[in-house]
Every structure is written in structure tokens, then in C-alpha cells.
């Protein structure tokens, strides 16, 4: 088992670290790792952003552990060089097309939640998004029209790509509470006729899983109003872009959420992909201790268990986690005062507390 580390800027390195020592406490057999420059540093050393001995690193290793990148240094740099690059280089060389960002509310802390209590208590939904097709890829530009400059976004989808996109839902559906919503806006974009019917058809596969449909525009009322009436939701681009910001404020703390890219690669463990935390490198607090590494910790819990097959590691490192922020073990961002060690130190002891 290989995975690549790639630290890359700002608090990156510091969260990357703690999730590096509940890693090494797992003692996994037959692990090697390796460590990669992306981002502000590797422009520094390198050049660019994402230097090609990282990407081959990436491509030799079975799962990529990401921090962050961005570095304000970096700001007059043009757009290929700047730090941002090496993540979107990431997802498009290594053929990474299903985003999932799992959103579920932490006992205690329903106060951060953007929602009611009640409500926020609710929560547990994981969000697919697709990754590589809808208007960020499609034909786009500039032309003149009788009402000024006009610009256009073609959004597109083929059957091959929702068909790859919905297994992995399916998937993930399984492997949760077995029911699967499918966002579109069928009622007027052609694009989302073609997804629901393929979504429908992949279902033949996975009669465990029960499939419901609904609208963009109501998917996004329903986020905010009752969210426990979801588990799994898959969509496209531009929509999963969207919602799944949406359920993130619904829980709370961005130091809080992990996030997996998956690719089609199987590892024989599992499937490739790459883990990263959804916050940014957060410049503002980089270099003092108060980065949250919690949700740089359960990135590795959903590396552990997509392209590891370690399921069981990846529940206990997640019920470390639990047990830590249970015990009100905060940092700054949950209002408390818990450095990133500390608080690494404290999930790697709650870790030997869990069988
Ligand atoms: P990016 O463009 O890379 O997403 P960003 O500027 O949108 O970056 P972040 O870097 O995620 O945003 O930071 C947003 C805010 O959240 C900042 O004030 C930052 O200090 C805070 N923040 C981000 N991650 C953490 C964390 N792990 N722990 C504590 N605070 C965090
Ligand atoms: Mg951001």
C-alpha cells in the first residue's frame, strides 16, 4: 500500500501532520509513504505548482493524502502558476470524477450549524458531485450580440459519465442507508433528462437501494428545512458544486469536513482517489497552532476506507473523533482553546481507547 502526501501551503502542513500520526498509531502493515511538493512551495523549489515528479508520485501510489494550497505570496503570479493549480491539475490528470463530501451534525456542537438545533441535529447526508463534465468543461466564450458582449456555458452530460458517476453513488449508497436522491432540473434542461434516465437505469443494478428524484431548486429549500430526510444525493457539477457547500453550512465548522475525489483506478484494496480537508490553507492562521486538524483526520478516515478497504480503521478513527469533540476538546474555530497538536494528541489517545 502506497499513499502520496502532499502537505502543500499554509496551515496544509500543519493539519497533514496530525493526520500523519493517528495514520502511523494504525500501524497498518506493508504502508509506505511518500511526501510531494504542490502548491506555493512547489512553485518555490520547482517552478510550478504541481511539478511532474509529484503527479508521477500520485499516479505510482494507491491514495494521495492532499492538505492545501495557497499562499498569498503567489497573488501576481499568472493563472498556470499559481497555487490552486496543482488541485485542479490533480483532479483532471489523475481522472478524478466523483466528489464526495460527507455532511453529518456532531453532537455538542448543533450551535455552529447554520439551521435551528433541532434541525442541524438532523443532518447526515453525503454528496456526490460529479467532477469533470457540466458547464465548467463544456464549449464556452465570448460574442457580440445586438444586447452587448454575450457569453455562454454549454452544459452537457453523456450517458458513460452519468453511468460512471451513478455507480459510485449506488455505491456509496450501499455502504450507507440505502437510499439514493438524484438531483436535476429534468423539467426543463435536456442535460438532466438524459441524467435521469441513466440514473434510473443504473438503478437495475442495486435494487437494495431505493431512488428518488428531485429538483435542484427544491433539493436546496429541502437542505435547509429538513435535511434528515436525506442520505446519499448524487448530481452533477454545477449543482453538487452548490449543494454541498450548502450541507457543509448546515453542520458547521469548515475545520470540521473531510472531503474524497475519487477516480476509476481500483488499487486491489480498493479505488484510487485523493483526501483532502474542504477548508483552504488559511493563510490568516497559518503557523500558530490553531488550524482544527479534525477535518484533515477524517479525510484519512475516508482514505482508509475507499482506496484502503480498512473499513474498520476508518470507523475507529472516526469515533476518535467523536470521542474527542464529545469530550470538548476544541480549537479556536469551535470556541475553545485546544492547539493542533493538542488536539491531535488527543484523538491519538481516544484512538487507543477504541478497539
Ligand atoms: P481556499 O480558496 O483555499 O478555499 P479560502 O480563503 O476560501 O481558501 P480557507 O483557507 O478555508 O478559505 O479559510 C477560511 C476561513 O476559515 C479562514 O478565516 C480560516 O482561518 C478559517 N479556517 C479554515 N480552515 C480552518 C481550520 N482547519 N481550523 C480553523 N480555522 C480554519
Ligand atoms: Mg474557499
Known sequence: MKIAVFAGDGIGPEVTAQALRVLDELSLPGLTLFEGDVGAVA????????????????????????????????????????????????????????NLRPAAGFPGLEHLSSLKPEIARSIDVLVVRELNGDVYFGDKGERASAGGREGWDAMSY?????????????????????KLTSVDKANVLETSRIWRETVIDVAKDYSEVTLDHMYVDNAAM??????????????????????????????????????????????????????????????DIAGQGKANPVAAVLSLAMLLRHSLGREEEAVRVERAVEGILADGVFGGDL?????????????????????
Open 43 to 98: 512553485y518555490r523549489r520547482h517552478g510550478q505548482p504541481l511539478p511532474d515528479e509529484t503527479l508521477e508520485m500520485a499516479r505510482a501510489a494507491d491514495a494521495v493524502m492532499f492538505g492545501a494550497v495557497g499562499d498569498f505570496s503567489c497573488d501576481d503570479l499568472p493563472r498556470h502558476l499559481r497555487p490552486e493549480q496543482a488541485i485542479l491539475g490533480l483532479r483532471s490528470e489523475l481522472g478524478l470524477f466523483a
Open 158 to 178: 453523456n450517458e458513460a459519465e452519468v453511468r460512471r458517476i451513478a455507480h459510485t453513488a449506488f455505491r456509496a449508497a450501499m455502504g450507507r442507508g440505502k
Open 222 to 283: 429541502q437542505m435547509v428545512k429538513a435535511p434528515g430526510q436525506f442520505d446519499t444525493i448524487v448530481t452533477g457539477n454545477l449543482f453538487g458544486d452548490i449543494l454541498s457547500d450548502q450541507a457543509s453550512a448546515c453542520v458547521g465548522s469548515i475545520g470540521l469536513l473531510a472531503s474524497a475525489s475519487l477516480g476509476e483506478r481500483q488499487t486491489g484494496y480498493g479505488t484510487f482517489g485523493l483526501y483532502e480537508p474542504i477548508h483552504g490553507s488559511a493563510p
Open 335 to 355: 470556541g475553545g482553546n485546544a492547539t493542533t497538536g493538542e488536539i491531535g494528541d488527543a484523538i491519538v489517545s481516544k484512538l487507543l481507547t477504541i478497539s
